[in-house]
């Protein structure tokens, strides 16, 4: 089995060398130039002598991004991919965070890159790609890489208003990918329709299958995503089999109805993860594509992707959909308030902590030891009789044991409330409204100054009292809002997630 990222690479190019590997609606790219590109990247970057160091990377997302990618890792190095689209501000933070011993940027921003961090060299992708291969650097490169190595460097929003840097190694995606391997057939034939831009966790599963399975990849343009019948004609065009998105892009799809005159023909496997899947959406799509596998995955960036669970059955619509089971090789288990375990056989709606172990804890948050302590904690110091030195991330999220054992998200520990002397988990609310005719999306905050709950929903606009009432139905008098806000679209962060912080 392969240890790290070059493994498949190398393996790759000898299998599928003239097979398209990465594709967008300006280039594609095959194995054999891949693995070229990446030879040329490495190359120029491993002479630097800087192992292990982060590398910066500013560009758009498409194949040339993915080849950029590659070619950090063909030098011994890990990436930071940037969003260009974010403000210069965030953009210097991070990079006053990461330290990078360099930067790669598109030809058109490098002056923009050199701006924003004097401190190292700026190379232009298309300078790097004219570099003559060096066979004995990169031989000697990948002979040192090891599973527990860095991959990659991802910044999430941090508590404290500054970004978080999250170190990911190549065991953690390379643990993913062979569970994918043993679960589902994916092949050369098969194409990925990526939605989930390159600086989030989840798109690794879009950067690195073609590595595994020989299979390509097709950029879908972010447009494309607001105007449903283009957004169709692409996945029918490039004969996409098998799509990786968050809630909100499929939800979109929903919304507008993009099945109506024409559906996607080729779709086998449809993956969806960063949040709740409303069922009302999820069954639009199941109605119009019946023949796909539909799978909710879970996971953090701290521990990549971690649980699945396979739609098989039919769901209500204010029903939760579960997170299901750990992937090969990962544990989890639910910490009690108390410390102690939260076992499947004990009360059903019984909630934890979720703690996950095992393959998809093994990162760490970049230069901040104290963070990494508090949050990635010795699997001994909480599982009694735990052997070794493993490590166990606790997730601040809350999920409970449904009734075949299966996980269940139940929210955000910071997002469970005190309200009228009763603990209130505003996901549950949010849960139950995803059931009522018309509401399309909707989230829940905390007035704490004005102590009352505030719902904001999508969709068709209801008084007052026809929600109380309908909520009424399903939810205890203590859990009803005190103030109703009808918008036309929720607040949303960069990778689809509602963003709670700008709900007033």
Not at 142 to 168: F, H, M, N, Q, W
Not at 298 to 312: K, L, P, S
Request: aromatic residues 10%.
């Amino acid at each position: 089995m392969a240890e790290t990222i070059l493994d498949y690479l190398e393996t790759a190019v000898k299998r599928f060398p003239g097979r398209p590997a990465y594709r967008d609606d300006s280039c594609t790219y095959t194995f054999s130039e891949i693995h070229h590109l990446a030879g040329a990247i490495g190359s120029r970057l491993g002479a630097l002598g800087r192992r292990g160091g982060p590398v910066a990377v500013l560009m758009e997302k498409g194949a040339d991004l993915a080849a950029a990618l590659l070619g950090v890792v063909s030098g011994g190095l890990c990436y930071c991919p940037i969003d260009v689209g974010m403000p210069k501000e965030r953009i210097r933070q991070i990079l006053s965070s990461l330290r990078p011993v360099a930067m790669i940027a598109s030809e058109k921003l490098t002056g923009t890159a050199g701006m924003l961090y004097e401190a190292c060299p700026v190379f232009s992708f298309e300078a790097l790609c004219e570099t003559e291969e060096d066979p004995l650097l990169l031989a000697e490169i990948r002979s040192r890489l090891e599973p527990a190595d860095c991959l990659s460097i991802l910044y999430t929003s941090g508590s404290t208003g500054v970004p978080k840097g999250v170190a990911g190694t190549h065991g953690a995606v390379i643990n993913y990918l062979e569970w994918l391997d043993s679960r589902y057939a994916f092949g050369p034939e098969d194409v990925l329709g990526n939605q989930v831009p390159l600086h989030f966790a989840a798109a690794n599963h879009d950067l690195y299958c073609p590595l595994r399975f020989g299979c390509s990849v097709y950029f879908i343009p972010p447009d494309a995503f607001m105007f449903p019948k283009q957004l169709v004609s692409l996945l029918n065009e490039n004969r996409v089999t098998t799509v990786l998105w968050v809630p909100f892009a499929l939800g979109m799809a929903a919304k507008l109805r993009a099945f109506e005159k024409e559906r996607p023909e080729f779709l086998r496997y449809v993956f969806f993860i960063g949040e709740v899947m409303p069922v009302r959406q999820l069954n639009y799509w199941r109605s119009h594509i019946p023949e796909a596998l539909y799978v909710n995955l879970y996971g953090c960036t701290e521990t990549y992707i971690c649980c699945f669970y396979e739609i098989r059955r039919e769901f209500a619509e204010d029903e939760t959909l579960p997170i299901g089971e750990p992937l090969t090789n990962v544990g989890v288990c639910l910490l009690k308030e108390d410390g102690s375990i939260l076992l499947p056989k004990e009360e059903k709606s019984a909630e934890g902590e979720l703690c996950v172990f095992g393959a998809a804890a093994e990162g760490s948050y970049y230069r901040d030891s104290d963070r990494t302590a508090e949050q990635f904690i010795r699997r001994k110091e909480i599982l009694a009789g735990a052997a070794g030195e493993g490590i166990l991330y606790r997730t601040g999220d809350l999920a409970r044991f449904g009734a075949a054992g299966e996980l269940i998200f139940c929210g955000r520990q910071d997002e469970q409330i005190k309200h009228l002397g009763y603990r209130i988990e505003l996901g549950e609310i949010e849960a139950a409204a995803r059931g009522i005719e018309g509401i399309e999306d909707c989230a829940c905050v905390y007035d704490r100054k004005g102590e009352r709950i505030m719902f904001c929903y999508e969709g068709a606009e209801r008084s007052k009292k026809e929600l109380s009432q309908a909520l009424a139905g399903k939810l205890p008098r203590y859990m009803l809002p005190g103030k109703y806000v009808h918008v036309e679209r929720l607040p949303r962060n960069a990778n689809g997630k509602v963003d709670r912080g700008r709900i007033v």
